[in-house]
């Protein structure tokens, strides 16, 4: 009678969840309006093109040491264009350990609702931690990509941020690759449990076994091309193409298609997108660790990025051109520095303790998302944002740096990826 009760309740439970339509579209004027032509289907990822064999083993590996950041944007709908941070902070033998923050829009809530003082609601502010073990990294067949539905999350038999080695070494190999995943999309979790429910394998449904683990979906990974495809990506703030291999694969919730880089030492999802997420996702700059962490994860490593020398950053602004700079982050639609940033900003702030005598402007810059005054103000606000963490922080002089602000006028990309717009969001340094 237990599992019985337990049964019918699943099945009011999927009822509801079937039925449910998506959350309302959030009123004219709102944040919803202005992210307006990045939350539908219509935008979806690129045909990248082949990578020759020798651009791919060209490619370096990427090493998952702590100070590694992965930032992934995501494309969901009714939600629209927001992004991830992944920063590893502690590797060892049994386990590697991750700290995830993202900022969603105040649309993914579902309302309008405004506060108190009659403005638009919050964004939605996630920070969570997630262990990975070692163990899984090599061999799991499930990627397990949602996080912070805990504090701290650990989801053994899962990986995140990358796939196992051996599920990259099996598609290598042409084999269908048993494997499942996590579906993005909570809407989808109770579709799919209706049609496990209705299906042919209702009868041998086990709720306390099954439900927990309804958001994973089975299905058979196979290479769809024979060679690597290039993924552009910022790579410590360059524009890289780096060597995905490209797999797919089909149930009852449609295609799903993965991009996954193709370094068997780490794996990373670059990119997928399919309905049975409900969304897209493609990482869109990788923050390699420093030397020093990677001499503590690998002696190979440290020979092989050894080198010294000034930073490109201080070169360039030695020959004065102009430096983009990626790995300053910001909150979801305001001026505020997230602590990931402190990485680069305290390499620019040794820059300018370096070279007593130079003088930097700081400008900002937006993709076209939003109206244009919007986008301009908005780009001021965080070039100030960044010249007050540099005096309050690091002792920089003020009067050694001035900001500006050019909105979405000055794009180096185009604004219909999500690549393009990630790389027209950033801070340019020019010195004076």
């Given at each position: ?5 337990l049964?019918?309740?699943?099945l009011m ?7 449910t339509a ?18 539908s ?13 020798a651009?791919?083993?060209a490619?370096?590996?990427?090493f ?14 009714s ?5 991830s ?8 033998s049994k ?29 939605i ?17 499930a990627y397990g ?28 190999g042409?084999q269908?690759v ?7 999309n ?8 209706g ?18 683990d ?8 196979h290479r ?11 790579l ?9 291999l490209h ?14 880089l193709?370094?068997p030492?780490?794996?990373?999802v ?5 309905d049975?997420?409900?969304?897209r996702?493609q ?8 030397l ?13 990025a050894?080198g ?8 360039s ?7 983009d700079?990626y ?6 639609n305001?001026a ?9 900003l305290?390499q ?19 993709d076209n ?16 944002a960044?010249?007050?963490?540099l ?8 009067g ?15 604004n ?17």
């Amino acid at each position: 009678m237990r599992r019985r009760g337990l049964l019918l309740l699943a099945l009011m439970l999927v009822a509801g969840g079937v039925c449910t339509a998506d959350p309302p579209p959030t009123p004219t004027g709102s944040l919803a309006d202005r992210l307006k032509g990045v939350q539908s289907a219509d935008n979806p990822l690129p045909d990248w093109q082949p990578m020759s064999a020798a651009a791919a083993a060209a490619t370096h590996e990427i090493f998952l040491a702590p100070g590694l950041v992965v930032v992934t944007a995501i494309n969901q709908a009714s939600v629209g264009d927001y992004e991830s941070l992944k920063q590893i902070d502690r590797v060892d033998s049994k386990s590697v350990h991750l700290q995830y923050s993202a900022t969603l829009p105040a649309s993914a809530q579902g309302t309008d609702a405004a506060d108190a003082a009659g403005g638009a609601k919050p964004p939605i502010k996630q920070k969570c931690g997630r262990t990975l073990d070692a163990a899984d990294l090599k061999n799991a067949h499930a990627y397990g990509e949602l996080f912070c539905e805990s504090p701290e999350d650990h989801k053994p038999g899962t990986t995140a941020i990358s796939i196992s080695t051996e599920v990259l070494t099996q598609l290598r190999g042409g084999q269908d690759v048993p494997f499942k995943y996590q579906l993005f999309n909570a809407f989808k979790v109770f579709e799919h449990l209706g049609r496990i429910l209705t299906g042919p394998g209702a009868l041998m449904f086990d709720p306390k076994r099954d439900l927990k683990d309804a958001q994973m979906i089975p299905c058979g990974l196979h290479r769809v091309e024979a060679g690597d495809l290039a993924v552009p990506v910022l790579l410590n703030d360059q524009p890289t193409f780096l060597p995905a291999l490209h797999a797919a694969c089909e149930n009852t919730e449609g295609k799903v298609d993965f991009y996954f880089l193709d370094h068997p030492g780490n794996p990373i999802v670059l990119a997928w997108q399919g309905d049975a997420m409900g969304g897209r996702l493609q990482v869109i700059k990788i923050q390699e660790a420093s030397l020093e962490s990677q001499r503590k994860v690998s002696a190979a490593a440290a020979a092989s990025a050894a080198g010294g020398g000034r930073s490109a950053l201080e070169k360039s602004l030695q020959d004065k051109k102009a430096v983009d700079v990626y790995g300053i982050y910001f909150d979801f639609n305001s001026a505020t520095v997230k602590p990931e940033s402190d990485v680069v900003l305290r390499q620019i702030a040794d820059v300018l303790h370096d070279h007593p005598d130079w003088k930097l402007t700081i400008a900002g810059h937006t993709d076209n998302i939003g109206a244009a005054d919007f986008n301009m103000d908005l780009s001021k606000r965080r070039a100030a944002a960044v010249k007050d963490a540099l005096v309050s922080r690091y002792g920089i002089d003020g009067g050694r740096l001035s900001t500006t602000g050019y909105g979405a006028s000055r794009p180096v990309a185009s604004n219909d990826t999500l690549e393009g717009r990630a790389r027209n969001r950033r801070v340019e340094l020019q010195r004076q």
